[in-house]
């Protein structure tokens, strides 16, 4: 793999930190919710950011 630019990794940092605060948000939606299929929804979102989240940082390896 090719060598990450300075700009390169700030923006990889930038992205990480934004899927972090989603499966923060998306994991308190998912707590607060009552209707079972919204539940769902949010917690499909967590799972999806975190995978997200995995990948952007497999960038920096």
Do not use: P, W
């Amino acid at each position: 793999m090719s060598q990450l630019s300075e700009l390169d990794v700030q923006n990889l940092r930038h992205m990480i930190g934004g899927t972090q605060t989603c499966e923060s948000k998306y994991s308190a939606y998912a707590e607060a919710a009552s209707d079972k299929e919204v539940k769902q929804y949010f917690q499909q979102a967590v799972q999806s950011a975190k995978e997200n989240r995995q990948q952007l940082m497999g960038f920096l390896k």
